[in-house]
């Protein structure tokens, strides 16, 4: 009788085990794995934004077509165009070089007269195509990157001087073509694993040209130093090496 009464008991127990076990809280999920961006790889992208600049004209020669023997004037304009680079990660610090191609379209005109004969002219200051290339230096935060930039600069811009009474013959050797070099800085964001946003400041500091003018035989020449300020927005997209979207970390 007790074998009958032990057996049936353990059989009881056996089979509420898994009634017993179903009505047992589950484990929670593991957690995802942390995650990193990553920045390195080529991206290409474009820009668009705003050019604010400032043109020191001096008088060079021995008959000054004006008394205080230079003036400034500021040209403005929109910019924009297209940009190509390389970024390597190490760690949180991202590595890159960059190039910028577009048109920058400053442009203003200033109005002067001839203390010597009285002749009223014009020198006018005109954008063009610029182009730069620099190495950029940053540091990344989850999909945020700080970055900082420098390196050369070209603008394709001309520099006028002209009488605005046509009848004045003046033959002139117009300045063309600003060599120099560029500072800035920006934050970009990753918004997927290819594409990013940016929001960037640039310095130009275009060096310093020559013009000569001629106005009813006289002589005058003319140096011409441009500097010039920029803010643009762009977006990026990037292909080759790892992706700018999660990358999942597996931790031990």
């Not at 820009?47 to 403005?76: C, E, M, R």
């Not at 070089?97 to 007269?113: F, I, K, Q």
């Amino acid at each position: 009788m007790k074998k009958y009464l032990l057996a049936g008991i353990a059989a009881g127990a056996f089979c509420g085990a898994p009634a017993f076990a179903a009505d047992m809280p589950l484990p929670a999920p593991a957690a995802p794995p942390p995650a990193v961006y990553s920045w390195t790889g080529f991206y290409v992208g474009g820009h668009i934004g705003g050019a604010w600049a400032t043109d020191k004209v001096t008088v060079v020669d021995n008959n000054p077509l004006d008394t205080t023997h230079g003036f400034s004037q500021d040209p403005s304009g929109v910019f924009g165009g297209g940009q190509l680079g390389y970024n390597w990660q190490l760690v949180n610090v991202v590595f890159g070089v960059e190039a910028d191609l577009g048109d920058m379209d400053l442009r203003s005109s200033v109005t002067r007269t001839n203390v010597v004969n009285g002749i009223p002219f014009q020198t006018t200051t005109e954008g063009g195509f610029y182009a730069d290339v620099t190495g950029r230096l940053g540091y990344t935060a989850g999909p945020a990157l700080f970055y900082a930039k420098g390196g050369y600069a070209f603008l394709e811009g001309g520099e006028n001087v002209h009488a605005i009474n046509p009848s004045f013959f003046i033959p002139e050797t117009p300045a063309r073509g600003f060599n120099g070099w560029t500072v800035g800085g920006g934050l970009e964001y990753a918004l997927s694993p290819a594409w990013s946003m940016k929001l960037e400041y640039q310095h130009f500091d275009f060096g310093t040209i020559s013009s000569v003018t001629k106005i009813n035989g006289l002589c005058c020449s003319f140096s011409h130093d441009l500097t010039a300020d920029a803010l643009q927005v762009g977006v990026n997209w990037r292909f080759g090496g790892p992706g700018w979207g999660v990358a999942p970390v597996v931790v031990k």
